[in-house]
T-cell receptor, first 113, second 120 residues
Framework: QKEVEQNSGPLSVPEGAIASLNCTYS??????FFWYRQYSGKSPELIMF????GDKEDGRFTAQLNKASQYVSLLIRDSQPSDSATYLC?????????????FGTGTRLLVSP | DGGITQSPKYLFRKEGQNVTLSCEQN?????MYWYRQDPGQGLRLIYY???????QKGDIAEGYSVSREKKESFPLTVTSAQKNPTAFYLC???????????????????FGPGTRLTVL
């Protein structure tokens, strides 16, 4: 089992719809969870982070964390063509005294006008 | 403006050459990281450093070397021992946060713009 798993997609949604991106992780000791957006040829940029169970909202974005199910998701409301990118889930993992970030392979989102 | 810079943006290497990628940050972060990204793949950790003059191997350190002589700088050398170096290289930095039991964890990592290395 991979440490952080994401469906590679592409996930295709029409403009204005809700896009739902999912991520599962293997280590129950993980403390912090991040979503990054990466446009083609560019470096990742932080969208949201979440530390506690439940929902966290920031504008059109909502992160959801369920530690019991080892599941974190990102909802994008009112999707725009500019949201078309690869979304990377990242989770802190480690057993050597320092928890590092481990990234999923990313889900490609395509928003059609 | 605070941020992370990487240079060069594009780099071409001949077989058997060593090349060094630069990474500088002015965010006053203690921890710095190097990742490699291959097409359609996630980021894989090469090396990281939590403090000046100390660094640790990541998951794919073979064929790479680093130094951390200054807090602001964390250069990566891709040696001739790296058999498949063509990739997108990303540098990041973060603060560390304390956890229970004396552990620490990376906090949000901020990325530089990346260096695209191609072997000719």
């Amino acid at each position: 089992q991979k440490e952080v798993e994401q469906n590679s997609g592409p996930l295709s949604v029409p403009e204005g719809a809700i896009a739902s991106l999912n991520c599962t992780y293997s280590d129950r000791g993980s403390q912090s969870f991040f979503w990054y957006r990466q446009y083609s040829g560019k470096s990742p940029e932080l969208i949201m982070f979440i530390y506690s169970n439940g929902d966290k909202e920031d504008g059109r974005f909502t992160a959801q964390l369920n530690k019991a199910s080892q599941y974190v998701s990102l909802l994008i409301r009112d999707s725009q063509p500019s949201d078309s990118a690869t979304y990377l889930c990242a989770v802190t993992l480690g057993n050597t005294g320092f928890q590092k970030l481990v990234f999923g392979t990313g889900t490609r989102l395509l928003v059609s006008p | 403006d605070g941020g992370i810079t990487q240079s060069p943006k594009y780099l071409f290497r001949k077989e058997g050459q060593n090349v060094t990628l630069s990474c500088e940050q002015n965010l006053n972060h203690d921890a710095m990281y190097w990742y490699r990204q291959d097409p359609g793949q996630g980021l894989r950790l090469i090396y990281y450093s939590q403090i000046v003059n100390d660094f640790q191997k990541g998951d794919i350190a073979e064929g790479y070397s680093v130094s951390r002589e200054k807090k602001e700088s964390f250069p990566l050398t891709v040696t001739s021992a790296q058999k498949n170096p063509t990739a997108f290289y990303l540098c990041a930095s973060s603060i560390e946060v304390p956890l229970a039991g004396g552990w620490t964890s990376t906090d949000t990592q901020y990325f530089g713009p990346g260096t695209r290395l191609t072997v000719l």
